[in-house]
Nanobody, 124 residues
Framework: QVQLVESGGGLVQAGGSLRLSCAAS????????MGWFRQAPGKEREFVAV????????DYADSVKGRFTISRDNAKNTVYLQMNSLKPEDTAVYYCAATTGFGYVRYGTQYDYWGQGTQVTVSS
């Protein structure tokens, strides 16, 4: 069992930056691929970024590529999402999730554990 707790959300102006953190419980953090997803009001949840177990590989949605960076610190059981050049369309609840799948897992149904989410609001 893995428990995930996100933090770092908030209100920011367009063009600004935020860094989200996701702290995981347990001793097996390094055995999970970690992803970030988001869900805006009235929209379906969408993939944002994923990082492999070792942190050696990352993948991003086209909408955030070049602006967002996912990273992890396995010693701290934490995954991060650095978000730069934020746009109003990035406004959503952001969720981190853990998967036992291998490679770049983009589908939410392949994730085993989810956090409660953190709100990110970007004003224009």
């Amino acid at each position: 069992q893995v428990q995930l707790v996100e933090s770092g959300g908030g209100l920011v102006q367009a063009g600004g930056s935020l860094r989200l953190s996701c702290a995981a419980s347990g001793r097996t953090f390094g055995t999970y691929g970690m992803g970030w997803f988001r869900q805006a009001p009235g929209k379906e949840r969408e993939f944002v970024a994923v990082i492999t177990r070792s942190g050696g590989g990352t993948d991003y949605a086209d909408s955030v590529k070049g602006r967002f960076t996912i990273s992890r610190d396995n010693a701290k059981n934490t995954v991060y999402l650095q978000m730069n050049s934020l746009k109003p369309e990035d406004t959503a609840v952001y969720y981190c999730a853990a998967t036992t799948g291998f490679g770049y897992v983009r589908y939410g149904t392949q994730y085993d554990y989810w956090g409660q989410g953190t709100q990110v609001t970007v004003s224009s």
